[in-house]
């Protein structure tokens, strides 16, 4: 069964500093990943996803993130935080055995980006 | 761009009550998705429709109900309130059941009392 771990249930960083949220999945078959955004009292928005193709993925507000399979991962990177990065990160995982008509959630990565 | 709505944004109901939230899908989009999400918890799948049946259920309770109409906008029912239940729950769709591209509604918070 699909399952996604995000190991950092909080991560404060300072502003302009860089950032790395892990995301770890385990599936034994075809994935797809995602990477969504919660800002506080708003809905859930897609920053980025890896269906195929190149394991660098690059998304919205300057956040990319890299698919490793052998390593079971898909981290989300951003090289210079901003205030307005503070938001709920999760991540995400489509697979095979649910012919991808899924998306399981990670817990979450609440981001704090310091002044 | 046209997006997912969901109504209302805010439900007030006590215990034991029943509420209906609605969900209208981006146009032409056949698929609805329908999630939980706790305070502090991440969303958890409840169920989704396609072409107005029901194509997958996930961790939704024998006290809620849902259905898609021909207009595929779609209906979550939940009778005989509890306090567990208050949390946000987001509406998403797609076309033709392909859930990594669906696309989310801002949700409506429901908080039960």
């Known amino acids: 069964a699909q399952s996604v771990t995000q190991l950092d249930s909080q991560v404060p960083v300072f502003e302009e500093a860089p950032v790395e949220l892990r995301c770890n999945y385990s599936?034994?078959?075809?994935?797809?990943l995602f990477w969504y955004v919660q800002y506080p009292n708003q809905g859930l928005q897609l920053l980025l996803k890896?269906?195929?193709?190149?394991?660098l993925v690059k998304g919205i507000n300057g956040f990319e993130a890299e698919f490793n399979k052998s390593q079971t991962s898909f981290h989300l990177r951003k090289p210079s935080v901003h205030i307005s990065d503070t938001a709920e990160y999760f991540c995400?995982?489509?697979?095979?055995?649910?012919?991808?008509?899924?998306?399981?959630f990670g817990p979450g990565t609440s981001l704090s980006v310091i002044p | 761009a046209a997006g997912v709505i969901q109504s209302p944004r805010h439900l007030i109901k006590e215990k034991r009550e029943t509420a209906t939230l609605k969900c209208y899908p981006i146009?032409?989009?056949?698929?609805v998705y329908w999630y939980q999400q706790g305070p502090g918890q991440d969303p958890q799948f409840l169920i989704s429709?396609?072409?107005?049946?029901?194509?997958d259920k996930g961790s939704i309770p024998d006290r809620f109900s849902a259905q898609q109409f021909s207009d595929y906008h779609s209906e979550l029912n939940m009778s005989s309130l509890e306090l567990g239940d208050s949390a946000l729950y987001f509406c998403?769709?797609?076309?033709?059941?392909?859930?990594?591209?669906?696309?989310f509604g801002p949700g409506t918070r429901l908080t039960v009392t």
């Open positions: 998403a769709s797609s076309l033709g059941r392909i859930a990594y591209e669906q696309y």
């Open positions: 599936s034994s078959v075809s994935v797809y």
């Open positions: 890896y269906l195929s193709g190149s394991t």
């Open positions: 995400a995982v489509s697979d095979q055995s649910t012919s991808y008509d899924k998306v399981i």
């Open positions: 146009p032409r989009h056949d698929t």
């Open positions: 429709f396609y072409e107005k049946m029901q194509s």
